[in-house]
């Protein structure tokens, strides 16, 4: 971009993590003057903290979100094609039970249509795996109950060094960050630092994660259609196991757990679902922990225990709940906007490049209207 074509509009970016960078990044291109602030260090939260897949979300499936699958399953390909050496293919397995028609033909129905809505990203297609080479890939898996397991491609990433990439690419094209600079409050003309220093701004964005709610009501925002968060923790063990390939394992209560293979020894395993208030501080209770080993030792004839746990780590998702009450509750982001200020709710890692572009969009709506 030549100097003549930069904006003379400054934009406050509040949160250095992947949606925060993303908008960034997203504004940058456009041609605006980009300050991101961040409490702490950039892609040190939520966004270091998730399962590190850039994957569709195969669970979607089942609630008709295809849109969104297909949007996610399109951004695994942009992040793997930088080629930051940062991004793997892996083929997850399902397995499949003895007399479990559901797990034979609604999940192979899935991968199928994981695989139909995958067209055009270059990853490979799912596939039945017989048990012959199921008992190859993981001689550990109990495989007495099996008939074999569905295959489907989705991609690892090291999610913080992914993200820090990019922050990377954004130094180079001119945005500045303030690290360890708390924000207070956000204005329609700019932002209070918590030092108690004014900085003025054409418009704030919040890309606050699981603290953007908070920062609203601190500011006195008033949200329109009444948008809060519910913050769900998700926690990880990293175990002592080797594997190649990942492991989808239904779980009792209709959610799936991954194992991923992560590096040579070591296997992250999750996640655990436990709604949480407040979003200080996530950490996994010894409930979620017995809770995936149990799971693990169900599957897998290798006993699993404390001794094998090398690391743990939890995150909170922020999940919009929309008029007040939960049933509204969506995994899908919400931009809103009041006065000069655009609020981030929710989001995934995998399509954070989409709606730092959907937020720019809002951001320039601001600036024009
Ligand atoms: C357990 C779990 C597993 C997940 N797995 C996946 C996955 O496999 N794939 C996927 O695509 N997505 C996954 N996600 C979702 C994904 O991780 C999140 O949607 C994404 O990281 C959210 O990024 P963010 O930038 O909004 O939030 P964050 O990364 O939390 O960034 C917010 C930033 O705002 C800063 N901040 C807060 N308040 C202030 C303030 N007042 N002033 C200045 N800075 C402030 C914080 O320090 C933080 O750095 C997972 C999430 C969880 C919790």
Request: glycine share 10%; with cysteine; net charge positive.
């Given at each position: 971009m030549?100097?003549t074509?930069?904006?003379?509009?400054?934009i406050?970016?509040?949160?250095?993590g992947i949606?925060?960078i993303?908008?960034?990044?997203?504004?940058c291109d456009r041609g605006?003057?980009i300050?991101?602030?961040d409490r702490?260090?950039l892609m040190?939260?939520?966004s270091?903290a998730?399962?590190r897949?850039?994957?569709?979300?195969?669970?979607y499936?089942?609630?008709l979100r295809?849109?969104?699958?297909?949007?996610a399953?399109?951004e695994r390909?942009w992040w793997?094609?930088?080629?930051?050496?940062m991004?793997r293919?892996?083929?997850?397995?399902?397995?499949?039970?003895?007399g479990?028609?559901?797990e034979l033909f609604i999940?192979?129905?899935g991968?199928m249509l994981?695989?139909i809505l995958?067209?055009?990203?270059?990853?490979a297609h799912?596939r039945w795996v017989?048990l012959?080479s199921l008992?190859?890939r993981?001689?550990?898996?109990?495989?007495?109950n099996l008939?074999g397991?569905?295959?489907?491609?989705?991609?690892?990433?090291?999610?913080?060094?992914?993200?820090?990439?990019?922050?990377?690419q954004?130094q180079?094209?001119?945005?500045?960050?303030?690290?360890?600079?708390?924000?207070?409050?956000?204005?329609?003309n700019?932002?209070t630092?918590?030092?108690g220093?004014?900085?003025?701004y054409?418009?704030?964005?919040n890309?606050?994660?699981?603290?953007?709610?908070?920062?609203?009501?601190a500011s006195n925002?008033?949200?329109k259609?009444?948008?809060?968060l519910?913050l769900?923790?998700?926690?990880?063990?990293?175990i002592?196991r080797n594997?190649?390939?990942a492991?989808?394992l239904?779980h009792?209560?209709?959610?799936i757990?991954?194992?991923?293979?992560?590096?040579p020894g070591?296997?992250?395993?999750?996640t655990?679902e436990?709604?949480?208030e407040?979003?200080n501080s996530?950490?996994?209770?010894?409930?979620?922990r017995?809770e995936?080993?149990?799971?693990?030792n169900?599957w897998?004839t290798?006993?699993?225990g404390?001794a094998?746990?090398l690391s743990?780590?939890?995150?909170?998702?922020?999940?919009?709940?929309?008029d007040?009450?939960?049933?509204?509750?969506?995994r899908?982001?919400v931009?809103?906007?009041?006065?000069g200020?655009?609020t981030?709710y929710g989001?995934?890692?995998?399509?954070s490049?989409?709606?730092?572009?959907?937020t720019?969009?809002?951001v320039e709506y601001l600036?024009k209207r």
């Amino acid at each position: 971009m030549r100097a003549t074509d930069l904006k003379q509009e400054r934009i406050a970016i509040v949160g250095g993590g992947i949606n925060g960078i993303m908008t960034a990044w997203a504004l940058c291109d456009r041609g605006y003057s980009i300050d991101v602030y961040d409490r702490g260090d950039l892609m040190n939260e939520t966004s270091a903290a998730s399962s590190r897949m850039l994957h569709g979300g195969l669970r979607y499936l089942a609630k008709l979100r295809f849109h969104m699958v297909r949007e996610a399953l399109l951004e695994r390909k942009w992040w793997r094609d930088k080629n930051t050496g940062m991004v793997r293919e892996f083929l997850a397995h399902i397995p499949v039970r003895k007399g479990n028609l559901q797990e034979l033909f609604i999940f192979g129905a899935g991968v199928m249509l994981y695989s139909i809505l995958s067209l055009g990203s270059g990853f490979a297609h799912s596939r039945w795996v017989p048990l012959k080479s199921l008992r190859e890939r993981f001689p550990e898996l109990d495989t007495s109950n099996l008939i074999g397991a569905w295959g489907y491609t989705d991609a690892i990433m090291d999610d913080r060094g992914l993200g820090l990439w990019a922050a990377n690419q954004l130094q180079n094209r001119g945005a500045k960050f303030f690290t360890n600079t708390p924000v207070a409050v956000m204005r329609s003309n700019g932002i209070t630092l918590q030092s108690g220093e004014e900085r003025p701004y054409d418009v704030v964005v919040n890309a606050a994660g699981p603290w953007a709610a908070d920062l609203i009501s601190a500011s006195n925002i008033k949200s329109k259609n009444n948008i809060g968060l519910m913050l769900v923790r998700g926690s990880h063990l990293i175990i002592k196991r080797n594997l190649e390939q990942a492991v989808v394992l239904p779980h009792i209560d209709g959610r799936i757990l991954f194992l991923l293979p992560w590096a040579p020894g070591e296997v992250i395993f999750g996640t655990t679902e436990a709604r949480q208030e407040s979003p200080n501080s996530a950490e996994i209770s010894a409930a979620e922990r017995s809770e995936l080993i149990d799971a693990y030792n169900q599957w897998f004839t290798d006993t699993l225990g404390e001794a094998d746990i090398l690391s743990e780590y939890s995150g909170l998702r922020p999940i919009v709940k929309q008029d007040g009450g939960t049933s509204g509750a969506s995994r899908e982001a919400v931009i809103g906007m009041s006065g000069g200020v655009v609020t981030i709710y929710g989001g995934k890692w995998t399509t954070s490049r989409q709606l730092g572009r959907k937020t720019a969009d809002a951001v320039e709506y601001l600036i024009k209207r």
